[in-house]
């Protein structure tokens, strides 16, 4: 039984009681003996924990992000695709749309559940890849179909870790950059744009920038850089 106790100069302390009939009967015992243990600085541990845990799962949900941790099965003497099993954030359910606990717990299971058809040769090389050795992966990206059917782009970084000289244990983020990349995108058709108005008009366009090392305004204490259409005039 698990409740705080007020010391007689008003401090509040956490305590755990147990007890046990030593004598008689259960239902009339005429013997019990307890324990009462302060479990304060436990608890306070414990709530700090759970506030981490909390700011974690909230700075993910801000960046698009969800996290797995890998373990491989004891009895599983090999390492590759399948060896091991899988643990989620529950910040999948943003980037996924299925809970942490209907995450798949196998790669191959993740792999044909939600990767793009076109891109799954290709995650599966690179999941074989860091079975096969130790240390981090070069984050690479990929396409992740939802279960309705919205295909979204990702992310993925991750890091094995050594268990007798061999990967016993990975860990890795996925982030949805599926807005990132339209606006990337986005930014570069407007440039593309730009450029091909200006050569229709005859025209070009340039910026200048005062040197640091430089003081006034004169136009040689800086840097001109000219637009791609200045070659056309």
């Known amino acids: 039984l698990d409740y705080r106790i007020v010391r007689p100069d008003g401090e509040v302390r956490a305590v755990t009681e147990m007890s046990e009939v030593i004598a008689g009967d259960p239902e009339r015992p005429t013997g019990v003996m307890g324990t009462i243990q302060d479990v304060t600085a436990r608890q306070k541990v414990e ?15 801000i960046a698009g992000l969800c996290h797995w941790i890998w373990t491989r099965r004891p009895e599983q003497h090999h390492f590759g695709v399948d060896s091991g099993e899988s643990v989620w954030s529950e910040t999948t359910l943003d980037i996924f749309g299925v809970a942490a606990s209907g995450m798949p717990a196998g790669d191959s299971d993740y792999i044909n559940r939600f990767v793009h058809p076109d891109d799954r040769a290709r995650v599966t090389s690179v999941y074989g890849d860091y079975h096969s050795r130790l240390g981090p992966v070069n984050a690479f990206e990929y396409r992740i179909v939802r279960l309705a059917g919205e295909v ?7 890091e094995s870790d050594t268990g007798g000289g061999v990967p016993n244990s990975a860990v890795g983020t996925i982030q949805d950059i599926t807005e990132q990349n339209r606006a990337e995108l986005a930014l570069r058709e407007s440039a593309a744009l730009l450029l091909r108005a200006q050569c229709v008009a005859g025209l070009c366009h340039w910026s200048w920038t005062r040197r640091s090392d430089r003081q006034g305004s004169a136009t040689d204490n800086g ?3 000219w637009s791609e259409s200045a070659f056309e005039i």
């Open 223 to 225: 840097t001109f850089v």
């Open 152 to 158: 979204r782009l990702v992310r993925e970084s991750l």
């Open 47 to 61: 709530d700090r924990l759970r506030e981490s845990e909390a700011l974690l799962q909230r700075a993910q949900r």
